[in-house]
């Protein structure tokens, strides 16, 4: 479900990933929290060299399967299990939030070349779309202290020393499926939402069905367009 309902990243991140983070061949880049492999899909083609990194042994696998040639390795933000000054690259995309602190960015520096990039990259609800914003007011009530990227939370350990500032770049991108992939499989596989009691996840995947089935953008259709927008930050490590 997961790894159905997450949106694809938008073409333009290819220019940003060659381009401010520096990929190319002959250099390596390691994706922190890689999930299944969503946004790590992207990096072969920069002739970089790969790591993905991804505690959940679960996500970890599908990771493995369907990314054969990539370097698939358990750890975490703040135990990378790569030498010191091995990297020209860190990205972590839609996993940042998850640990931002001062010891995930202490050991990014760690293993991080001088002069090497730290690429953060988020998928973003538009919410200005009103469905949408429905959707999440569905699904809030339930998130409790989970680290979520619209809090700003994340943005707490910077400045760090060993890094330059944050560079944003904003890129606009839909997710373009049938309702059961973009909507109701994409929000059932939000973190809090999958945590719940099967009885209360039933409830919001009724409430869920039910706006889709009654909102005059959504009803009846077999093709829905998710707008999101992809925000990357970049910086260097001094």
Same mark, same amino acid.
């Given at each position: ?40 899909? $992207? ?76 690429? $953060? ?74 945590? $719940? ?42």
């Amino acid at each position: 479900m997961y790894a159905r309902g997450r949106p694809e990243y938008p073409p333009a991140l290819a220019s940003w990933l060659t381009g401010p983070v520096a990929l190319a061949p002959g250099r390596s880049v390691a994706d922190v929290g890689a999930g299944t492999g969503k946004f790590t899909s $992207l990096l072969p083609a920069t002739g970089a060299d790969v790591v993905a990194l991804e505690p959940v042994d679960a996500m970890r696998a599908q990771l493995q399967q369907h990314l054969p040639a990539v370097r698939a390795l358990a750890g975490t933000a703040q135990s990378i299990p790569l030498p010191g000054g091995s990297l020209d690259a860190v990205v972590c995309a839609q996993s940042f939030h998850w640990f931002a602190n001062q010891a995930a960015l202490d050991e990014f520096h760690r293993v991080l070349k001088p002069g090497g990039k730290l690429g $953060l990259v988020w998928n973003v609800r538009d919410e200005s779309v009103d469905w949408v914003a429905s959707l999440t007011a569905i699904v809030t009530p339930y998130e409790g202290d989970a680290p979520r990227f619209y809090t700003g939370d994340w943005r707490q350990p910077f400045p760090h020393p060993g890094f330059t500032e944050l560079v944003e770049h904003r890129f606009e991108h839909r997710h373009v499926g049938a309702p059961q992939q973009v909507i109701v499989d994409r929000f059932l596989s939000v973190s809090f939402i999958a945590a $719940l009691a099967p009885a209360e996840c039933a409830l919001v995947r009724e409430r869920i069905e039910a706006l889709i089935a009654t909102h005059p953008a959504l009803r009846g259709r077999a093709t829905v367009s998710f707008p999101y927008q992809t925000l990357a930050f970049h910086c260097t490590r001094i």
